[in-house]
């Protein structure tokens, strides 16, 4: 078990680009996190998945957020025509049951210039 | 409004001695919380966590304690070493966060260890 994998591990793009993370948890856990920190903030939540299902999306996740996860393993979290405030580390956990702790990826730092 | 509370931004404590770390929550709700610690460029693990049916937990060097009449908890760490040196943050979670049982963060406190 390697733990939460997050790919990548930074990304730079330009303003008004499309960008896509990658988020691989812990093979057995059914939940799935996304949140988002920015410096001197804790994580914010942003959308949970149980298996395949959503089940939660956060009033901070505009409409040009999406996240899946087809299949109930790995997620995407896509995030189209992007804007400076959208710089942050998007960081994904997972877990197996509710109200166990969440096992965190090392995060995608996403830079938008 | 910040539900999770962490008032100090930083501390410093000096090898072998005693690191407390504080937290305050406003919501009555909350009845799990956890500790996570932080380093650079890497996303928070797990430290120990406690349930609002207790008042103490203890792992090793890490003790959490729980005042739920002060919405009060602390991170106490013994002996302190330089390894712990990382941003701890405090969370809570509780029934009006519904089955999604999302974890509501405080900013952060900076420990440095100093040899």
């Known amino acids: 078990d390697t733990g939460v994998s997050q790919n990548p591990r930074h990304k730079i793009t330009k303003r008004g680009q499309n960008v896509t993370f990658r988020c691989d948890p812990i093979s057995e856990h059914n939940r799935l996190y996304w949140y988002r920190q920015t410096l001197g903030q804790g994580p914010e939540f942003l959308t949970y998945?149980?298996?395949?299902?959503?089940?939660?999306k956060s009033r901070l996740l505009s409409d040009r957020f999406s996240a899946e996860r087809p299949k109930g393993s790995f997620s995407t979290l896509e995030i189209q025509r992007t804007e400076q405030g959208d710089s942050a580390m998007y960081l994904c956990?997972?877990?197996?049951?509710?109200?166990?702790?969440?096992?965190f990826g090392n995060g995608t730092r996403l830079t938008v210039t | 409004d910040q539900q999770v509370k962490q008032n100090s931004p930083s501390l410093s404590v000096q090898e072998g001695r005693i690191s407390i770390l504080n937290c305050d929550y406003t919501n009555s709700m909350f009845d799990y919380f956890l500790w996570y610690k932080k380093y650079p460029a890497e996303g928070p693990t797990f430290l120990i966590s406690i349930s609002s049916i207790k008042d103490k937990n203890e792992d090793g060097r890490f003790t959490v304690f729980l005042n739920k009449s002060a919405k009060h908890l602390s991170l106490h760490i013994v002996p302190s070493q330089p390894g712990d040196s990382a941003v701890y943050f405090c969370?809570?979670?509780?029934?009006?966060?519904?089955?999604?049982?999302?974890?509501?963060w405080g900013l952060g406190t900076s420990l440095a260890v100093n040899p």
């Open positions: 998945f149980q298996n395949e299902a959503q089940l939660e």
């Open positions: 969370a809570a979670s509780g029934q009006n966060a519904g089955n999604n049982r999302k974890l509501i």
């Open positions: 956990a997972s877990s197996l049951v509710p109200n166990s702790p969440l096992h």
